[in-house]
Each structure stands twice: as structure tokens, then as C-alpha cells.
């Protein structure tokens, strides 16, 4: 018997989907062979749940290597590859049934966050292209943290680990914004939700 009575009805059970490690890619613990189901489209309409986003910054290389710039490349010539493959890994996520797009800030003011952004990120290691890792930024559109927001994400690594390798550096990182459903949270908003879930 539950130790808070009424509690099973305040929060519903659900059946969660089979779970892919969420550890970062190339850690050995992710399991390739889990075929995930295209991004969810239903969420539960009857619950107003809180919104996130994330930013996820790492070093990839695709997998077809003869993508690659040859090892003799000039700058330009990788930079030219950078932007390459920028679009190669939105095309993959489309594949894979993400509305995705390459950022770019040149001819841009903001990423548009109902989409997948793909961009360059000038903070990250460059030492792993000339081993054909190149450091790249992934920014999800506004995601909202109900039901199905963990086979969105799980979906979204499985699209990238079917087309690109990945190496850990110190210099990559994971950033995730909340905000309420209808703007972003204030200081005492977030004091109430941390009492709120605090139980």
C-alpha cells in the first residue's frame, strides 16, 4: 500500500517505452541494435506540463569516411566540410522524422526552436579534425516534458549513432532551459516547483 493515500490517482501509472542508456554516446554503454519508433506526436493533452529545451555539444565524424576532407586539407577546405556536414546531419534527423535545420548566425538573428538546430560551436576542442572528429552544437526545439519527451530524445540519438561516430572531449557539454508552458520562469517559479516536487 502506498504511504501517500490518493497519490496513485494524482499521478497516473503509464508504460514507459524500453529505455536507451542516456549516457554520453561512445561510453560503451549504448545499445545500437533497439529499433526506436519515429518522434512521438501525442502527448497527454490533459496535464499542462512545464517546457524544456536542450543543448547538445560533441564531436562527430560520419560514418561513410570518405565524406572526409583528406588529411592534408587546408582550413578553408575543413571549414567548407563543417558547414557540409552541418546539413548532412540534418538530413539525417529529417530521415529519421525530426524537423531539423542548419543554424547559421550570419544570415540569422535566432535559431528557430520549433525546429532540430545544427550548428557550429566555437567554444568546443579542435584538435580531434584532424582525426575526422569535428565539434558541432545540437539544439532541440521547445520540448515539453510529459509522457513521451524520453523516446524523443532516445530517438534522436539512435538517428545520429545510424550515421555518425562520436568522441568524448572535455570541452563538450549539455545545457537544458525550462520554462512553464506559457514563458519562462521567474526566480520564486522555480522555488515553488522545487517545493512543489519536493514531496
Known amino acids: 500500500m502506498s504511504s ?11 508504460r514507459q517505452p524500453r529505455r536507451r542508456s542516456l549516457a554520453f554516446p561512445g561510453s560503451g554503454s549504448w545499445d545500437a541494435s533497439i529499433d526506436l519508433p519515429s518522434p512521438p506526436t501525442e502527448p497527454n493533452p490533459k496535464r499542462d506540463y512545464f517546457c524544456f529545451g536542450c543543448e547538445f555539444e560533441m564531436m562527430v565524424r560520419p560514418k561513410a569516411t570518405s565524406l572526409l576532407p583528406a588529411p592534408e586539407a587546408s582550413v578553408s577546405e575543413r571549414r567548407r566540410f563543417s558547414f557540409r556536414l ?5 538530413k539525417s534527423l529529417r530521415a529519421a522524422g525530426y524537423a531539423a535545420n542548419v543554424f547559421d548566425p550570419s544570415e540569422q538573428d ?3 526552436y520549433t525546429l532540430w538546430n545544427v550548428m557550429l560551436d566555437g567554444s568546443l576542442s579542435k584538435a580531434h579534425i584532424r582525426d575526422g572528429f569535428y565539434p558541432v552544437e545540437i539544439v532541440t526545439p521547445v520540448l515539453r516534458a510529459d509522457n513521451v519527451w524520453a523516446r524523443t530524445i532516445d530517438g534522436f540519438w539512435a538517428a545520429m549513432h545510424s550515421d555518425f561516430e562520436f568522441r568524448q572531449d572535455t ?14 520562469f521567474a526566480l520564486p517559479e522555480l522555488k515553488n ?3 512543489a516536487v519536493a514531496f
Open 4 to 14: 501517500f493515500p490518493g497519490l496513485e490517482s494524482a499521478f497516473p501509472k503509464t
Open 171 to 184: 570541452t563538450c557539454g549539455f545545457h537544458i532551459h525550462i520554462s512553464p508552458h506559457s514563458g519562462q
Open 193 to 195: 516547483m522545487a517545493k
Open 110 to 112: 535566432a535559431p528557430d
Open 86 to 90: 552541418l546539413g548532412g546531419i540534418a
